[in-house]
């Protein structure tokens, strides 16, 4: 049968993936560092996903496809959920409940030298808790609670040697990365975070490079599906190490 139907431009797509979030059937994944559509018929044609592509990739086209199957769309859903595994955060509790070291949610003294402004001083060590990766932070962790949040993607504390004292300090933190992680349950954890933990502030750091931007949009998307007026600010950092915006 002859139906509207989802085409993406791989020559155009640089796998940001900011599409995936936008297509609530998850018919869009990433791979092999392009977003593509899983099957013809988990796609129902309506386009959600077009006005988010920074790129122009994605179009819509009348051609001959499976139809549009929604019993699939469900369990291919569930799959997605379940592929996230036992170690997904929790959004009831601050731990997880694979008991992993790295998810156990604790509190961290920053340096004595974090307030030191002096010209030439050593860098301190700005962190307040843990863990910082996204994907294991619970929404219900207590130093998210009333906190000025710092999004940052991967590369950015490695690429702009001063992170802490000029960033990092006085924030919560939370990494992800736009291009290589599943943004999907990013975004909603982060939506989540915005909804219950009474975040003040945001402010989303990202690299220069067109992949890395998706994370500002990813936050964007959070903050509206929350319903939370968030002041949202942006920086970013040059392959360089400077911050040029």
């Given at each position: 049968m002859k139906r509207k139907i989802v085409v993406i431009d791989e020559e155009k797509c640089n796998g940001c993936g900011v599409c995936v979030p936008a297509c609530h059937e998850g018919a869009i994944q990433i791979m092999?560092?392009?977003?593509?559509?899983?099957?013809?018929?988990?796609?129902?044609?309506?386009?959600?996903?077009?006005?988010?592509?920074?790129e122009g990739a994605i179009t819509i086209?009348?051609?001959?496809?499976?139809?549009?199957?929604?019993?699939?769309?469900?369990?291919?859903?569930?799959?997605?959920?379940?592929?996230?595994?036992?170690?997904?955060?929790?959004?009831t509790g601050d731990n997880l409940p694979c008991g992993c070291p790295s998810s156990q949610v604790k509190t961290i003294t920053?340096?004595?030298?974090?307030?030191?402004?002096?010209?030439?001083?050593?860098?301190?060590?700005?962190?307040?808790?843990?863990p910082v990766q996204l994907t294991l932070v619970p929404p219900q962790a207590k130093f998210l609670q009333g906190a000025d949040l710092l999004i940052t993607?991967?590369?950015?504390?490695?690429?702009?040697?001063?992170?802490?004292?000029?960033?990092?300090?006085?924030?919560?933190?939370?990494?992800?990365?736009?291009?290589?992680?599943?943004v999907q349950p990013h975004l909603e954890?982060?939506?989540?975070?915005?909804?219950?933990?009474?975040?003040?502030?945001?402010?989303?750091?990202?690299?220069?490079?067109?992949?890395?931007?998706?994370?500002?949009?990813?936050?964007?998307?959070a903050i509206d599906y929350s319903g939370k007026n968030?002041?949202?600010k942006e920086t970013v950092i040059s392959t360089s190490g400077q911050i040029i915006s």
């Open positions: 092999d560092g392009k977003a593509r559509l899983v099957a013809d018929k988990l796609c129902d044609g309506l386009g959600d996903c077009l006005g988010e592509c920074p086209e009348e051609r001959s496809a499976d139809p549009y199957d929604e019993e699939a769309v469900q369990k291919h859903l569930e799959k997605i959920k379940g592929e996230a595994g036992p170690c997904s955060a929790s959004s920053p340096d004595r030298e974090a307030g030191d402004e002096r010209e030439g001083s050593a860098s301190p060590n700005c962190l307040g808790h843990w993607a991967d590369c950015a504390p490695f690429a702009f040697g001063d992170f802490h004292r000029t960033l990092l300090k006085g924030k919560a933190v939370v990494i992800a990365c736009p291009k290589l992680d599943d954890k982060l939506a989540e975070i915005f909804k219950t933990a009474d975040i003040k502030s945001a402010n989303v750091v990202y690299m220069e490079v067109p992949c890395c931007s998706a994370l500002k949009r990813i936050v964007e998307m968030i002041p949202l």
